[in-house]
């Protein structure tokens, strides 16, 4: 084993023609050790290699080639050097993972709490694996580059969707990357084009309740290795594999995939938490801090990334790139995203240099960019996200929907401005293409048949005695808290949910579903289940009548609003009043073209014309307590009903919509009707792939 200068590029480790090469940063160090281990569950290194400074350092950089070491070699490093101001920093009793491992090994071992503090961590380290760095073969299997206009994200959890009763997934593939394969099919004949995972970088299961495990997995140990909980085959080396399989087969069926990141904090959390990687290297340039070195937290766990020092900067930029060019994902999904935006002090940047240099990288160009617009510490850029590229989760229209459809007063305005693009929230004009994400639930909260069946959130099982998760959720149990056998109340919980799917469906932006919602996927109230690796945070496939009644609902939903893309997500927004030759849109109440705005009202329509003043749509809005009657314009050619959600579930928004020539439209009270010009809709009906 020949210890050799080595080279600080490419960073981590990379085979060469003769053994492996080494490069971490570590600007501040004053030595480092380079420690190779027989395998990952070892307890002592098999050896120690001290790196010369004078030899194996470039700026900030330490490198060295190792001659004769394999694919598969297990390594981690000792860095040494003085404490920083605020009493953390370089600890050479601990062996660290190096940030950019692609494989990580040795959780036989691994013991949280033995990183803590001043505690030598040698006997229960993780250890880096070295692995190929491969490119995904995007000819084979080339993205799908669906536009935005046609585009419907699915956030899953990558373990959680193949499990649960009645799965159809076979046991020993259920919780892994590989386990979606075989659910692809149910995806693609539900009508989506993207799926959002969550978490699937490597992430710390252990930093949760006693008893319980960090399911979620925002709790990041890599930014770089996928979760080795993810993968069926135990072998480190495998795992990459079964990620590009996965990535593979979701090309192959047309299907996106987009990663949930969390560039934001580590789980090493707050300088009382354990040292297991960056804080070792390079404590005040991967973590925000003040004058004292004492950790600025926005993230709500203990510490916020530096994300615009040059170190954090090239490291969350390798990690996309080797996501989107190793693993062949097609985007991101940043959480927390608006923290990357903050500078020293926590100062917020107009041109914060992580995004500059993310939109300026070829390598990343063709890849779809998504943010929370917010942060723990009060920052909220939704529509003036500094960022041209990034579409931003529009958590107003997530709220406005909400509260319309629970009865609440003074928001047929804002329910206005949701179905015109948001223009209040991005400068006065609609959401660019791409700019404004919608949706009513994530999987921070509650899930849709719990958003209509609880007022309060129910997060005793977290064992935080229910502090946890938001308090404010804008829901409504519609008369009984929980399960109930009374039928009005199941009813009207049944046309609830299909209101708040239709309306975010018909509007304009770029949908997400929450995964089983479409099932009527519930979590028994808790809006919060982080920690609930069982049934509460699985997929729902034991599926009865009335699931599969919502499903083929929003299957033929799904396949309707890819028809009306046009008029609900046209290219250019649509102009208010009769437009010269273009389509154009208009406001009604119960009576046509007299919309009423006050704070009272609970109700809304809208229609689209085309250039020759021909009602081509008609859409009608009624969260009133009491049945309405609406006027319609009239239709050359007569009105096909498409989706009347006051009717029973299957004739509410049938396969086959019949011709219909009303002289108005009687809506029952919380109902939603869409009707659409005969001969607008292609033959062929809305049997949603069939689903």
């Given at each position: 084993?020949?210890?050799?200068?080595?080279?600080?590029w490419?960073?981590?480790?990379?085979?060469?023609?003769?053994g492996?090469?080494?490069?971490v940063?570590?600007p501040?160090?004053?030595?480092?050790?380079?420690?190779?281990?027989?395998?990952?569950?070892?307890?002592?290194?098999?050896?120690?290699l001290r790196?010369?400074?004078?030899?194996?350092?470039?700026g900030?950089?330490?490198?060295?080639?190792?001659e004769?070491?394999?694919?598969?070699?297990?390594?981690?490093?000792?860095?040494?050097g003085?404490?920083?101001?605020?009493?953390?920093?370089?600890q050479?009793?601990?062996?660290?993972?190096?940030p950019?491992?692609?494989?990580?090994?040795?959780?036989?071992?691994y013991?949280?709490?033995?990183?803590?503090g001043?505690?030598p961590?040698t006997?229960?380290?993780?250890?880096?694996?070295?692995?190929?760095?491969?490119?995904?073969d995007?000819?084979?299997?080339?993205?799908?580059r669906?536009?935005?206009?046609?585009?419907?994200?699915?956030?899953?959890?990558?373990?959680?969707?193949?499990r649960?009763?009645?799965?159809?997934?076979?046991?020993?593939?259920q919780?892994?990357?590989l386990?979606?394969?075989?659910?692809?099919?149910?995806?693609?004949?539900?009508?989506?084009?993207?799926?959002e995972?969550?978490?699937?970088?490597a992430?710390?299961?252990?930093?949760?309740?006693?008893?319980?495990?960090?399911?979620?997995?925002?709790?990041?140990?890599?930014?770089?290795?996928p979760?080795?909980?993810?993968?069926?085959?135990?072998?480190?080396?495998a795992?990459?594999?079964?990620?590009?399989?996965?990535?593979?087969?979701?090309?192959?069926?047309?299907?996106?995939?987009?990663v949930?990141?969390?560039?934001?904090?580590?789980?090493?959390?707050?300088?009382q938490?354990?040292?297991?990687?960056?804080?070792?290297?390079?404590?005040?340039?991967?973590?925000?801090?003040?004058?004292?070195?004492?950790?600025?937290?926005?993230?709500?766990?203990g510490?916020?990334?530096?994300a615009?020092t040059?170190?954090?900067?090239?490291?969350?930029?390798?990690?996309?790139?080797?996501?989107?060019l190793?693993?062949?994902?097609?985007?991101?999904?940043?959480?927390?995203?608006?923290?990357?935006?903050?500078g020293?002090?926590?100062?917020?940047?107009?041109?914060?240099?992580?995004f500059?240099a993310?939109?300026?990288?070829?390598?990343?160009?063709?890849?779809?960019?998504?943010?929370?617009?917010?942060?723990?510490g009060?920052?909220?850029?939704?529509g003036d996200?500094?960022?041209?590229?990034?579409?931003?989760?529009?958590?107003?229209?997530?709220?406005?929907l909400?509260?319309?459809?629970?009865?609440?007063?003074?928001?047929?305005?804002?329910?206005?401005?949701r179905?015109?693009?948001?223009?209040?929230?991005?400068?006065?004009?609609?959401?660019?293409?791409?700019?404004?994400?919608?949706f009513?639930?994530?999987?921070?909260?509650?899930?849709?048949?719990?958003?209509?069946?609880?007022?309060?959130?129910?997060?005793?099982a977290?064992?935080?005695?229910?502090?946890?998760?938001d308090?404010?959720?804008?829901?409504w149990?519609?008369g009984?808290?929980?399960?109930?056998?009374?039928?009005?109340?199941?009813?009207?919980?049944?046309?609830?949910?299909?209101?708040?799917?239709?309306?975010?469906?018909?509007?304009?932006?770029?949908?997400?579903?929450?995964?089983?919602d479409?099932?009527?996927?519930?979590q028994?109230?808790?809006?919060?289940t982080?920690?609930?690796?069982?049934?509460?945070?699985?997929?729902?496939?034991?599926?009865?009548?009335?699931?599969?009644q919502?499903?083929?609902?929003?299957?033929?939903?799904?396949?309707?609003?890819?028809?009306?893309?046009?008029?609900?997500?046209?290219?250019?927004?649509?102009?208010?009043?009769?437009?010269?030759?273009?389509?154009?849109?208009?406001?009604?109440?119960?009576?046509?073209?007299?919309?009423?705005?006050?704070?009272?009202?609970?109700?809304?329509?809208?229609?689209?014309?085309?250039?020759?003043?021909?009602?081509?749509?008609?859409?009608?809005?009624?969260?009133?307590?009491?049945?309405?009657?609406?006027?319609?314009?009239?239709?050359?050619?007569?009105?096909?009903r498409?989706?009347d959600?006051?009717?029973?579930p299957?004739?509410?928004?049938?396969?086959?919509?019949?011709?219909?020539?009303?002289?108005?439209?009687?809506?029952?009270?919380r109902?939603?009707?869409?009707?659409?010009?005969?001969?607008?809709?292609?033959?062929?009906?809305?049997?949603?792939?069939?689903?």
């Amino acid at each position: 084993m020949v210890l050799g200068i080595g080279r600080p590029w490419p960073l981590g480790s990379s085979r060469t023609a003769t053994g492996v090469n080494f490069s971490v940063a570590a600007p501040l160090a004053t030595a480092l050790e380079l420690l190779i281990f027989a395998d990952g569950d070892a307890r002592e290194a098999s050896r120690v290699l001290r790196l010369d400074p004078n030899l194996h350092r470039s700026g900030d950089y330490w490198h060295a080639e190792v001659e004769g070491l394999e694919l598969g070699c297990c390594y981690g490093y000792r860095v040494f050097g003085p404490l920083a101001p605020g009493g953390h920093g370089f600890q050479p009793a601990k062996v660290l993972l190096d940030p950019c491992a692609r494989a990580i090994s040795g959780w036989g071992v691994y013991d949280r709490l033995g990183g803590l503090g001043d505690q030598p961590n040698t006997h229960c380290c993780l250890k880096a694996v070295v692995t190929e760095r491969d490119p995904f073969d995007l000819n084979r299997h080339p993205r799908p580059r669906h536009p935005w206009s046609q585009t419907v994200i699915y956030e899953l959890h990558p373990g959680g969707f193949s499990r649960g009763a009645a799965s159809p997934v076979t046991p020993d593939l259920q919780g892994s990357f590989l386990g979606l394969i075989p659910l692809l099919p149910y995806l693609r004949q539900l009508g989506v084009t993207t799926i959002e995972l969550l978490p699937s970088m490597a992430f710390d299961p252990h930093d949760a309740p006693a008893g319980r495990s960090n399911y979620w997995g925002y709790s990041p140990l890599s930014w770089f290795a996928p979760h080795s909980g993810y993968g069926a085959d135990p072998d480190p080396l495998a795992l990459r594999h079964e990620l590009r399989t996965l990535v593979a087969a979701c090309h192959d069926a047309d299907l996106e995939v987009l990663v949930d990141v969390v560039y934001n904090h580590t789980t090493e959390g707050s300088p009382q938490g354990p040292t297991l990687s960056w804080r070792g290297f390079a404590d005040q340039a991967y973590y925000l801090q003040d004058a004292r070195g004492s950790y600025l937290d926005v993230s709500g766990c203990g510490n916020t990334i530096a994300a615009n020092t040059p170190l954090s900067r090239r490291l969350i930029l390798e990690s996309m790139r080797c996501w989107a060019l190793e693993l062949g994902v097609d985007g991101f999904r940043f959480d927390l995203g608006v923290a990357l935006t903050r500078g020293e002090g926590l100062q917020p940047l107009d041109h914060p240099p992580l995004f500059e240099a993310l939109e300026a990288d070829p390598a990343l160009a063709d890849l779809k960019i998504v943010s929370e617009p917010w942060d723990c510490g009060g920052l909220y850029r939704l529509g003036d996200f500094p960022a041209r590229r990034v579409g931003t989760w529009n958590g107003r229209f997530r709220d406005d929907l909400r509260r319309f459809w629970k009865g609440d007063d003074d928001l047929t305005w804002s329910l206005a401005n949701r179905f015109s693009g948001s223009p209040d929230l991005f400068g006065g004009r609609p959401a660019a293409s791409g700019r404004s994400i919608t949706f009513v639930t994530a999987h921070d909260g509650f899930s849709l048949h719990d958003l209509v069946s609880y007022n309060d959130k129910h997060n005793l099982a977290n064992g935080e005695n229910n502090r946890d998760g938001d308090s404010h959720n804008n829901s409504w149990n519609h008369g009984v808290e929980g399960p109930t056998t009374d039928k009005a109340v199941l009813q009207l919980r049944e046309r609830q949910m299909r209101n708040l799917l239709a309306t975010l469906l018909l509007a304009p932006g770029v949908p997400m579903l929450l995964m089983g919602d479409e099932v009527r996927r519930s979590q028994g109230g808790n809006n919060n289940t982080w920690c609930q690796d069982n049934a509460l945070g699985w997929m729902h496939w034991d599926h009865d009548e009335g699931d599969r009644q919502l499903q083929r609902f929003v299957a033929r939903l799904l396949r309707l609003r890819s028809q009306l893309s046009p008029l609900i997500q046209p290219d250019r927004p649509l102009p208010e009043g009769p437009g010269k030759g273009v389509p154009w849109r208009a406001w009604h109440g119960v009576e046509l073209g007299k919309p009423d705005w006050a704070s009272w009202s609970h109700c809304l329509a809208c229609s689209i014309h085309g250039s020759e003043d021909r009602p081509l749509l008609w859409l009608g809005l009624n969260a009133y307590f009491k049945a309405l009657h609406f006027d319609i314009p009239a239709s050359p050619t007569g009105w096909r009903r498409v989706i009347d959600t006051g009717l029973p579930p299957e004739e509410d928004l049938p396969a086959h919509p019949p011709l219909w020539r009303p002289p108005s439209a009687p809506m029952e009270s919380r109902s939603l009707m869409l009707l659409v010009a005969d001969g607008l809709l292609p033959d062929g009906g809305l049997d949603g792939n069939g689903c």
